[in-house]
């Protein structure tokens, strides 16, 4: 009598054993799928555009810094994060770059004569797209270093700030831009070609215009449902 009690004990703890096991692989199976479906969606938004922006950008140097205005050549990679949000790492360069020779002397200094200088600029831009049409226009604010490395002189680095817009449009298949910024940085300008030992001027915020023309190169699209 009390070994088929016992046996029914067993029996009926193994029989919930069985059902536990059961229930616990239900509930795996059921948290599996909803953290995938969850998942999905967080995947598709993260999702980057990729494209390539060969550019060129004149600047049209500050009145107190009298490099003689010319192109700067380069590109950007602009990451797209939807419609409206795209950052833009960027890198431009000019080797050999004149000085005015009407006032360098008195801007620079005397070591200023017949001197040139390479520029290079980078760092990264964030641009919100105004619109989702054929002709979108666009602001942008960023920061970045100017490299300047004279052919006399020891090379300095000046961060920079910018801000501007322009707009994007269809252009013989292409999509191309155009746009405007202003770029600021601090410096004495009597140090680039020297040190100054004239005077003793403080840095000075010098505040530049540049402007420029791009083409867009896709490399990888979002989803549609995403753009």
Request: with cysteine; glycine share 10%.
């Amino acid at each position: 009598m009390h070994r088929a009690a016992a046996s029914h004990t067993i029996g009926a703890l193994m029989l919930n054993v069985q059902r536990f096991r059961r229930a616990t692989r239900t509930r795996r199976v059921a948290l599996l799928s909803a953290f995938t479906l969850v998942c999905n969606p967080a995947l598709h938004a993260q999702q980057v555009g990729v494209s390539i922006l060969p550019t060129a950008q004149r600047i049209q140097w500050a009145d107190a810094f009298p490099l003689r205005d010319d192109y700067l050549y380069g590109g950007r990679v602009a990451l797209r994060f939807g419609k409206w949000v795209e950052l833009q790492p960027f890198y431009f360069q000019r080797d050999g770059l004149a000085v005015d020779s009407a006032r360098a002397n008195s801007v620079f200094g005397p070591l200023a004569t017949g001197r040139s200088v390479d520029v290079k600029h980078y760092g990264s831009t964030v641009q919100f797209n105004l619109g989702d049409a054929a002709f979108v226009p666009f602001a942008r604010v960023g920061a970045g270093v100017l490299r300047f490395e004279p052919d006399s002189a020891a090379r300095q680095d000046r961060i920079t700030v910018s801000a501007g817009g322009g707009v994007r449009f269809g252009f013989a298949g292409l999509n191309a831009e155009i746009y405007a910024e202003q770029m600021g940085f601090r410096m004495n300008p009597r140090t680039l070609f020297g040190p100054d030992t004239s005077t003793d001027a403080g840095l000075t915020t010098l505040r530049n215009l540049v402007y420029g023309a791009a083409v867009t190169i896709p490399l990888s699209t979002m989803r549609d449902d995403e753009v």
